[in-house]
């Protein structure tokens, strides 16, 4: 069984979707605004259960496996934590409440998930989890500051939890920029950064969820299985054109 957290849209949607029509397993979502199409979904309600929350609220996870028990008699081993708030700012000119707002969604909201597979005795039985951070998280950019630093943070505490459950796998994504429901507002808007970030990646071209998802794919399944406590960029060759 899988749970995808922020599946209403972006990475997030088009992970709900491709397993979906990938997998006969079952599927627990998170989502917080509405799902895109979500009638496209409505064939596979049978084994999918829509749950709209807020991943900053601390118990939210409990509450989601406690209802994947009662529609599935199951609990999820597959999980891709994507929920993120993205936030353009200098430090000096970011609130008390929209710095832990940010730090909430980004950071807390996978140690919560971390924290209840560990109470609940499940994070040590062959489970996988991916985190979708950023390649922020590593590379400076100027007005990304308290953002990069909740991915940075983030992705520490993913090769810590590898380090000290071996019997699961805890691997992140750092997605480059690629094509989500914010794109072409960023493009429409941003029309000299949108042309320099397409000028700065090798490949000459944002990327595409989809491409976002075949890692996500292969980092769940057990092909992936001698794998753990890494991140894997996948930007178009960004982080390596110094």
């Not at 459950?165 to 960023?186: C, D, H, L, Q, V």
């Not at 794919?217 to 890494?230: A, R």
Request: hydrophobic share 35%; aromatic share 12%.
């Amino acid at each position: 069984m899988f749970l995808i957290t922020g599946c209403g849209k972006g990475i997030g949607r088009e992970t709900l979707k491709y397993f979906c029509e990938s997998y006969n397993e079952p599927i627990v979502g998170i989502y917080r605004s509405d799902i895109e199409n979500i009638s496209h979904l409505n064939e596979f309600n049978s084994r999918l259960l829509l749950i709209k929350g807020d991943v900053s609220e601390e118990n939210i996870y409990s509450k989601c496996l406690d209802k994947a028990v009662q529609k599935f008699n199951a609990l999820p081993s597959k999980f891709v934590i994507n929920a993120g708030m993205r936030l353009r700012n200098n430090l000096e000119k970011v609130d008390s409440d929209t710095l832990n707002k940010i730090w909430q969604i980004n950071y807390f909201s996978l140690r919560n998930i971390l924290k209840t597979l560990v109470l609940r005795d499940m994070i040590s039985k062959d489970i996988s989890l991916v985190y979708i951070s950023s390649i922020v998280s590593s590379l400076g950019f100027k007005d990304l500051d308290d953002y990069g630093a909740t991915k940075a943070a983030s992705e520490s505490l993913i090769r810590s939890t590898s380090s000290r459950f071996s019997n699961s796998r805890f691997n992140s994504i750092a997605p480059g920029f690629t094509k989500t429901s914010y794109a072409e507002n960023f493009k429409n808007n941003n029309e000299l950064l949108y042309d320099w970030t397409i000028s700065r990646t090798p490949m000459n071209r944002w990327g595409n969820s989809e491409e976002i998802v075949y890692l996500i794919d292969f980092l769940l399944s057990s092909k992936s299985s001698f794998i753990t406590g890494q991140t894997f960029k996948i930007d178009g060759g960004w982080s390596s054109n110094a």
